[in-house]
């Protein structure tokens, strides 16, 4: 279980203007945790799906109590982003079904 607010850094840097969420977890949760959701959220973000990508993690526990991720609040549309992940499937599937018929009888 987590926490999460939206906030907005006034005279903030490019990389983390706008809004953004901290999402800060119970103390239990482990730093490497945190990295890797990180890893996987920014993962996601680069291949253009619905996704905050995270732009800072806090691993010290002291700092507000549990490790966290402030993230950018996503800004497409869910379903939009299913759908063109959704065409690009069907478009890779129907891709590699022509390249295997295509492939022949090797013998």
Same mark, same amino acid.
């Given at each position: 279980?987590?926490?999460?607010? /939206?906030?907005?850094? =006034?005279?903030? $840097? *490019?990389? +983390?203007? &706008? $809004? #953004? +969420?901290?999402?800060?977890?119970?103390?239990?949760?482990? *730093?490497d945790? /945190?990295?890797? *959701?990180? +890893? /996987?959220?920014?993962? #996601?973000?680069?291949?253009?799906? @619905?996704? $905050?990508? /995270?732009?800072?993690? &806090? @691993?010290? =526990?002291? %700092?507000? &109590? &549990?490790?966290? @991720? %402030?993230?950018?609040?996503?800004?497409?549309?869910?379903?939009r982003?299913r759908?063109?992940?959704?065409r690009?499937?069907? @478009? +890779?599937?129907r891709?590699?079904?022509?390249t %295997?018929?295509?492939?022949?009888? $090797?013998?």
């Amino acid at each position: 279980m987590q926490r999460s607010s /939206v906030l907005r850094w =006034q005279g903030a $840097p *490019e990389a +983390i203007a &706008g $809004p #953004l +969420i901290l999402r800060l977890n119970r103390s239990r949760v482990g *730093e490497d945790r /945190v990295r890797l *959701e990180a +890893i /996987v959220h920014n993962w #996601l973000a680069a291949q253009r799906y @619905t996704c $905050p990508d /995270v732009r800072a993690t &806090g @691993t010290d =526990q002291s %700092v507000l &109590g &549990g490790v966290f @991720t %402030v993230m950018t609040a996503a800004s497409r549309p869910a379903a939009r982003s299913r759908d063109r992940a959704d065409r690009r499937r069907r @478009t +890779i599937h129907r891709a590699s079904k022509r390249t %295997v018929a295509g492939a022949g009888d $090797p013998g």
